[in-house]
């Protein structure tokens, strides 16, 4: 086993953008966090690829690249995105030795160093699993703000759905409607989906078991998990499971937060002022300048024209690295 300190997860999708993105990503780690030793890449391609960082400083950073283990399976975004972080976190706690691990979207940025600010958080909150931006924005004026603790979690509106639910019924409907709200509508299940669900329940009756009821999770363009969460998990959640998810309508952040319930960890908001994750579900919560002068270190979305273009905002930061960064 080889000694790591802090590592990051990076999900790559098959497209050219999102490797140009993850060049200026890898680009901002290596400027401003000596603490990630280690970046394990997701790659969601259908072949794997052989990425060329030969352009890009990167601190003798160990660069991995593992396969998303769904195989086409499912939504990439959606449960494909899940299986592929899951996986990611298990060949972590096999082959590293780590303190935390941070996920980061190809659309993210490191903008600031981060990583004292994190272990204080671990170590000040010992109940801490998943440390980030609970809900979908770190604008505390936006409604969006920990919105979703005024919700109940679609994890527990889906085992309420299904506690009754007669697998007979796939005999005659290909896809069955279960009453759990999702981005385009309610969801449906095939028989496919309704085993891969049985399969991690048991995971999900833990998590309502230890508290969870409100859809608590960490927005998951950028977030924190501690090593003792990857451990718990790993223990509780094999191979099979993993690929389970793949089959389902969950997002990657609420699954990874669900998970952190059901090791008898919590999710802890480290977004405010000061704090490292200026996070937003779309765009930014406020200008590249302002998210400076606030002093986060983590930042998303870049990708949206939300507080400007892509193109301006990487640049802005770009210009910011060379001015300040000197990587050896």
């Not at 401003?32 to 394990?40: D, S």
């Not at 979908?136 to 639910?165: H, I, M, Y």
Request: charged share 25%.
């Amino acid at each position: 086993m080889s000694t790591a300190g802090a590592a990051a997860i990076v999900p790559v999708g098959p497209s050219d953008a999102d490797v140009v993105r993850l060049i200026d990503l890898i680009d901002s780690v290596a400027c401003y966090e000596p603490a990630i030793r280690t970046i394990v890449l997701i790659d969601d391609a259908g072949e794997p690829r052989n990425f060329d960082f030969s352009d890009v400083s990167t601190r003798q950073i160990q660069i991995v690249s593992v396969p998303n283990p769904r195989r086409g399976l499912g939504d990439g975004k959606w449960g494909g995105l899940a299986a592929g972080v899951l996986h990611a976190l298990r060949w972590i706690d096999a082959q590293l030795d780590v303190r935390w691990v941070v996920k980061l979207d190809v659309d993210a940025l490191v903008i600031a160093p981060f990583a004292d600010a994190v272990t204080k958080c671990l170590a000040t909150h010992p109940d801490a699993g998943v440390i980030g931006c609970i809900g979908e924005t770190s604008d505390r004026s936006e409604p969006g703000f920990q919105g979703c603790l005024r919700r109940r979690s679609r994890f527990v509106k889906a085992r309420d759905a299904l506690s009754n639910f007669a697998p007979e019924r796939f005999a005659h409907q290909a896809r069955v409607p279960v009453a759990v709200p999702h981005v385009g509508g309610m969801i449906t299940f095939s028989a496919d989906d309704y085993r891969a669900y049985t399969q991690v329940r048991p995971h999900i009756d833990l998590a309502i078991e230890h508290g969870l009821d409100a859809a608590e999770y960490c927005q998951g363009g950028a977030y924190v998990l501690s090593g003792e969460t990857i451990s718990r998990l790993s223990a509780l959640a094999g191979p099979e499971h993993t690929r389970a998810w793949a089959h389902l309508p969950f997002g990657e952040d609420e699954t990874v937060s669900m998970y952190c319930r059901a090791v008898k960890l919590r999710v802890h908001d480290f977004s405010n002022a000061g704090e490292p994750f200026g996070v937003r579900y779309r765009g930014l919560p406020c200008s590249p300048s302002q998210l400076v002068e606030r002093g986060h270190a983590l930042i998303h979305s870049v990708s949206s024209a939300h507080h400007g273009s892509e193109a301006d905002i990487r640049r802005f930061f770009a210009d910011r690295r060379r001015a300040r960064c000197t990587i050896v």
